[in-house]
């Protein structure tokens, strides 16, 4: 195994790319699209091999900040990136996760017996 797979490295890679290429659209759109030949010219650049679809598919799954940057992808229009704007809308309309209240973990602290 290659230590950029250990250190998800390529993911990060890829969101830098995806931010560099973002930065070059127009700040007053909603979207950037990007063809898949401008991301994998990026790509091979930096040493990696061209992704596809599926790829990309699974890598979005497993990264929430690549989630973030990708509004929406295919094979015919390429990628479509969010920008700043909907970034920071997405982030606060992110749902918390309901956990337990800290009185109700401090409570069952103090009550743990190993």
């Known amino acids: 195994m290659r230590l950029f797979e250990v250190e998800d490295r390529f993911t990060n890679d890829l969101i830098l790319v995806l931010r560099n290429l973002e930065g070059r659209g127009d700040s007053k759109r909603s979207t950037v699209p990007l063809s898949w030949a401008a991301v994998n010219n990026m790509l091979t650049k930096l040493g990696y091999s061209e992704l596809d679809t599926g790829s990309l598919a699974k890598l979005v799954k497993q990264s929430p900040a690549l989630n973030l940057e990708i509004k929406t992808f295919d094979d015919e229009n390429g990628i479509i990136l ?31 017996k190993p």
Do not use: F, I
């Open 82 to 112: 969010n920008t700043k704007a909907e970034k920071e809308k997405a982030k606060t309309q992110t749902p918390t996760s309901a956990g337990p209240s800290v009185d109700a973990m401090a409570h069952q602290a103090v009550n743990y």
